[in-house]
């Protein structure tokens, strides 16, 4: 089956320093969704890519669909304690529409 | 984006019981999913909600331990079967309102099993 790499699996960076976290595929995928997950909560969806070459921003957020279609990647500028969670990158392919994700990124912001 | 809101948002079973979590969404959507997260671990699709049909279930769940039923497009339900202490996990309802469009997800429904 498609198997997603993320990394970092883990981060820990000041407050107000940028980010950067990717996904990598086996596989090719039409479309790439990036997550965020609070503690108790379910995730949260940041941003959806649906074409290669696509960039795409949410506030202080980016996140950009590979050429290849085979990786993606999340951005966050001027980090600031509430970016504090676990951020997923989820893709699927096909037409089931199936989402595969990725193990996550652990991000800590040090006020 | 639609809201799904999840329930029991968690409960504490005894080994050998069964717990069915309702998931409610605030509109109709064409597909339903129900993910598993196991403590500390990424998310797993359990199987896709059909509506009116059997669930279409994903390799290493079956029916008989995650029957799902999926009466409308608004309503899902999973219950957990037998249940053992390898069950406690975060299970969670999610629902798509296009073919291609965004996943969204329920709040979750933590399960400890003693």
């Known amino acids: 089956g498609q198997q997603l790499n993320q990394s970092p699996q883990s981060m820990f960076i000041q407050e107000g320093e940028d980010v950067s976290m990717n996904c990598t595929s086996s596989?090719?995928?039409?479309?790439w969704l990036w997550y965020k997950q609070d503690p108790g909560e379910g995730p949260v969806l940041l941003i959806a890519?649906?074409?290669?070459?696509e960039l795409t921003s949410n506030g202080r957020l980016t996140a950009q669909f590979g050429i290849t279609r085979k990786d993606s990647f999340l951005n966050i500028s001027a980090s600031i304690p509430s970016d504090v969670g676990i951020y997923f990158c989820?893709?699927?392919?096909?037409?089931?529409?199936?989402?595969?994700f990725g193990k996550g990124t652990l991000l800590t912001v040090n006020p | 984006s639609a809201v799904i809101s999840q329930k029991p948002s968690r409960d504490i079973c005894q080994r050998g019981t069964s717990l069915t979590i309702q998931c409610q969404v605030d509109?109709?959507?064409?597909?339903m999913f129900w993910y598993r997260q196991q403590p500390g671990q990424s998310l797993t699709l359990i199987a896709t909600?059909?509506?009116?049909?059997?669930?279409?279930?994903e390799s290493g769940f079956v029916i008989d331990k995650f029957p799902i039923s999926r009466p409308n497009l608004t309503f899902s339900t999973l219950t957990v079967s037998n249940m053992s202490p390898e069950d406690s996990s975060i299970y969670l309802c999610?629902?798509?309102?296009?073919?291609?469009?965004?996943?969204?997800f329920g709040e979750g429904s933590r399960l400890t099993v003693l």
């Open positions: 989820a893709g699927s392919g096909g037409s089931n529409y199936k989402l595969t």
């Open positions: 596989s090719i995928f039409n479309t």
């Open positions: 890519l649906y074409k290669a070459g």
């Open positions: 509109s109709q959507v064409t597909m």
């Open positions: 909600a059909n509506q009116g049909s059997e669930a279409t279930y």
């Open positions: 999610s629902g798509r309102d296009r073919g291609i469009g965004e996943l969204f």
